[in-house]
Nanobody
Framework: VQLVESGGGLVQAGGSLRLSCAAS????????MGWYRQAPGKRRDLVAAITSGGGITNYADSVKGRFTISRDNAKNTMYLQMNSLKPEDTAMYYC?????????WGQGTQVTVSS
């Protein structure tokens, strides 16, 4: 499974961004996908996750009500709509796929929120 993120950038506080993660390869083996983020000097933490059918989602408390995870299985793409962004959301955002063959990561996309 190969994952490619896009959509990061620089935005002012209160603004919005939408991240995309395009999956290729053995996509039928993916059971769940998620977005993680890592700020400099900090650990990589789960932001949001979604099951393969899209029926179950999970969010970190810090983003509940502001971020929405979704996926389009026909396009093999997962999204993260981020609204009301805060400076503390600044981080490298990584796409993750949990598949039968193992755990896969994208290369990351930088999100920077200015105050």
């Amino acid at each position: 499974v190969q994952l490619v993120e896009s959509g990061g950038g620089l935005v002012q506080a209160g603004g919005s961004l939408r991240l995309s993660c395009a999956a290729s390869g053995s996509t039928s083996s993916i059971r769940a996908m998620g977005w993680y983020r890592q700020a400099p000097g900090k650990r990589r933490d789960l932001v949001a996750a979604i099951t393969s059918g899209g029926g179950i989602t999970n969010y970190a408390d810090s983003v509940k009500g502001r971020f929405t995870i979704s996926r389009d299985n026909a396009k093999n793409t997962m999204y993260l709509q981020m609204n009301s962004l805060k400076p503390e959301d600044t981080a490298m955002y990584y796409c993750n796929a949990a598949a039968f063959e193992g755990n896969f990561w994208g290369q990351g996309t930088q999100v920077t929120v200015s105050s």
